[in-house]
């Protein structure tokens, strides 16, 4: 087995050697790494950036989770694998559907690839949404944290999760909702040692806590001890994130929006434009549906072209392209954008109409992701890695290669 290579959306994937653990920490901005390591709250991780490989990688623009988790388990970008945001708007249904059902996946993850070649893989994310497309036609064990009590061997390859891992199902808006999915990999890898394992949290802790904040360095130095753990198990770690965080409002602490669905009603009359955020997902208490990046549906090419030139005057936006620019920029798959897309800038989000953002949620002045700002992100390995030319544009989606191919 061990000379065996496989062949994963035109990628080649070593088998590995010892077990291999790719870690998305959800809105991991590299600010946070540094500033708990610069507090010393995390003793592994300034060993693992010291000794082993501290790159830093460009995530997938739109710089959401889906899209993200989606690349790096499949090593490509959404232009392959299709998955380019939690919602689209489908013109031939004439509706705006969710794209969390694995029937929207083009492409086939490198984790199933490896379980069909008889690797023992398993995946644990927070979130259950990403659950059924992380585990897509892959064999073995695929479970979240929210959901882990609801985990059957039938589904998920796995039951009795809540007491394998020994803690109680935590709530969905929660730190320990991610602290569940890494004491469940500890867990894993010490009663069943998978060859494989992908685990994915969620950046509730990032949305409300900036780098260096006392939340955000206990953040990570939970994760830490559960790092070191996988580290004395043999693991090989690679650590990305499915992309960073900023503030996005002002000295005030009101987020700074354009709601842009009005601003395009105020300027052409009410349903001419359609405005989607494909942030939109069923849980949106901790950034109101409010991120960096939107498409737009026109009603015809001359409209499109004709709105372009003057959403590219509203100050706060960094770019706004034609669906072909924005298929070419980012590799997103043209038929599920609009006919524009807009990101702001680093501290200005896009809303739809200000009626329907509810932002009485936000505990704390708005920060979130989604555009060209958010796209640094750390790429780590506990190993040295060698053969990555300096010159190479590294991109979280590399985590795999990184892992099988070049930390061994
Ligand atoms: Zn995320």
Redesign the pocket.
Same mark, same amino acid.
């Given at each position: 087995m061990t000379s065996q290579t496989l062949e994963v959306n035109a990628r080649n994937y070593r088998w590995m050697n010892r077990p291999v653990v790719v870690v998305c920490v &959800?809105?991991c901005e590299p600010a946070y790494l540094d500033a708990a390591v610069a507090a010393g709250v995390t003793p592994y991780l300034e060993r693992m950036m010291r000794t082993g490989a501290n790159l830093l990688a460009d995530c997938v623009v739109p710089s959401?989770?889906n899209p993200n988790n989606l690349s790096i388990v499949t090593g490509a970008p959404p232009a392959v694998h299709g998955i380019c945001g939690n919602y689209f708007f489908d013109r031939e249904l004439g509706q705006e559907v969710m794209m969390n059902d694995p029937k929207y996946l083009r492409a086939g993850t490198v984790l199933a690839a490896f379980a069909d070649a008889g690797a023992k893989v398993a995946v644990v994310t927070a979130k259950d949404k990403l659950r059924k497309l992380l585990g897509n036609k892959m064999k073995g064990i695929c479970f979240s944290s929210e959901k882990a009590e609801e985990a059957t061997i039938a589904e998920n390859g796995i039951d009795g999760v809540v007491a394998l891992v020994g803690m109680p199902v935590p709530s969905v808006y929660s730190a320990e909702l991610s602290e569940f999915v890494f004491a469940a990999g500890v867990k894993l890898m010490q009663t069943q040692r998978p060859d494989l394992m992908y685990l994915s949290t969620t &950046?509730y802790v990032q949305h409300k806590a900036a780098p260096g904040s006392p939340a955000a360095n206990a953040f990570y130095a939970m994760m830490d001890g559960y790092l070191a753990q996988l580290d004395e198990l043999g693991a090989t770690i690679v650590l990305t994130a &499915?992309?960073g965080m900023n503030d996005k409002h002002g000295v005030d602490g009101a987020p700074n929006v354009i709601y842009l669905q009005d601003v395009l009603d105020g300027w052409y009359g009410a349903e001419k434009a359609r405005v989607i955020l494909p942030i939109t997902d069923p849980y949106v208490v901790h950034h109101g549906a409010l991120g960096s990046f939107a498409t737009v549906y026109a009603p015809d090419e001359a409209s499109a072209t004709q709105w372009i030139a003057r959403i590219k005057e509203v100050p706060g936006m960094e770019f706004v392209l034609t669906r072909a620019e924005a298929a070419a920029r980012f590799e997103l798959p043209p038929d599920r954008i609009g006919d524009i897309v807009v990101v702001s800038e680093q501290s200005t989000v896009i809303g739809t109409s200000a009626s329907r953002h509810d932002l009485s949620a936000l505990e704390v002045p708005l920060r979130s992701h989604g555009g060209v700002s958010e796209q640094r992100v750390p790429l780590i390995c506990n190993r040295p890695v060698k053969g990555i030319e300096s010159s190479r544009r590294l991109r979280n989606f590399d985590a795999l290669d990184l892992a099988l191919n070049h930390a061994q």
């Open positions: &959800d809105g959401f989770t &950046d &499915d992309h």
